[in-house]
């Protein structure tokens, strides 16, 4: 028990700390590049804290599992929006850009549409015997993440041409740059603390749950989900508290989004993924939790901390309910 409480302590520093390290080699990259930390956030950060995801769905697809894979993203992306979004705003309120409610936002949740719609076969399809994510659903998927893949590097070009066309001498461009062989230890120190961390978080705390006599099903719907979501909400709170809040937002829904599209697109690609465990309040939850984010960005362009309280505690009651009915 000492043993994996110590392992458990360990995963969260490190996780901390490579939040700390990606956040600051993130914003070094938007500044060098005149890029917005929003498309950094969306683009590398994004990738880069989805990995725990992607290891996981992908080994499960591998392994014979594939439910496992979708699982473990549907509960990541509904931990990401309410529970990650909440406690960060509930630490710092996060100010949202006007072109994040009116396009990023609104593309996360048709992901989360277009999903379900491939997901409930049974439901949309009277002649469905079973719920499958088949290999066409996966290049659907992936033809969806090339479209968000067009659209962020469009995003990124808008910037860096309004930036040259910009006066250089704000405050933040005054600020001394990092060299580039920094930025780069930093954002890979930063990718390891996380992933590794992560793991560690989750094998330490799943082994005190087991010896506590939690069963396997509670462990998946809490540690696994929320553990490997444990880098994006370490990064969006680090980022929140450094006023960074595009690279905040950007981080949660260019997660969301590759989860969806990139990583449950390549694993159904590589083998059909059977929709078990996952249900109709499941897929509902996804999509409401989305629609929650939109409209409190949508009141005044940023998300209080009372809005933050209210994602966390809709999250809690949704797991609450899940444990429930077990």
Not at 216 to 245: D, F, W, Y
């Amino acid at each position: 028990m000492l043993l994996n409480i110590l392992l458990t302590i360990i995963g969260a520093a490190l996780v901390l700390v490579g939040a700390d390290k990606l956040t600051d080699g993130s914003v070094a990259i938007a500044r060098r590049c005149a890029i917005s930390e929003l498309v950094i956030g969306l683009t590398i950060v994004a990738m880069g804290t989805s990995l725990p995801e992607f290891v996981v769905s992908f080994l499960a697809s591998i392994d014979g599992s594939p439910a496992m894979g979708i699982g473990n993203v549907v509960g990541s992306n509904i931990f990401n929006t309410l529970m990650i979004v909440g406690v960060t705003a509930a630490v710092a309120p996060i100010a949202v850009q006007a072109s994040t409610v009116r396009k990023d936002i609104p593309f996360s949740i048709l992901a989360s549409i277009v999903l379900a719609a491939l997901c409930l076969d049974t439901l949309l399809d009277d002649n469905a015997s079973t719920d499958i994510l088949t290999r066409g659903d996966g290049i659907v998927l992936l033809g969806f993440f090339a479209v968000f893949m067009a659209y962020t590097f469009a995003i990124a070009h808008n910037d860096s041409a309004g930036a040259e066309a910009k006066d250089g001498d704000s405050a933040e461009a005054r600020q001394p740059e990092l060299p580039l062989w920094k930025i780069i230890i930093f954002i890979l120190l930063g990718l390891a603390g996380l992933i590794f961390g992560g793991q560690l978080f989750v094998n330490g705390a799943s082994a005190i749950a087991r010896e506590l006599g939690i069963s396997e099903a509670v462990i998946g719907l809490t540690l696994v989900a929320g553990g490997t979501s444990l880098p994006e909400l370490a990064t969006s709170i680090i980022a929140a508290r450094k006023g960074q809040s595009g690279l905040a937002i950007g981080n949660v829904i260019g997660s969301n989004l590759f989860n969806i599209f990139w990583i449950l697109g390549l694993c159904s690609v590589i083998t059909p993924m059977p929709v078990a465990g996952i249900s109709k309040l499941d897929m509902t939850m996804l999509i409401c939790s989305g629609v929650l984010f939109w409209l409190f960005s949508k009141t005044q362009h940023r998300i209080a901390r009372w809005e933050g309280l209210f994602l966390t505690a809709a999250y809690v009651g949704y797991v609450a309910w899940l444990i429930a009915n077990l």
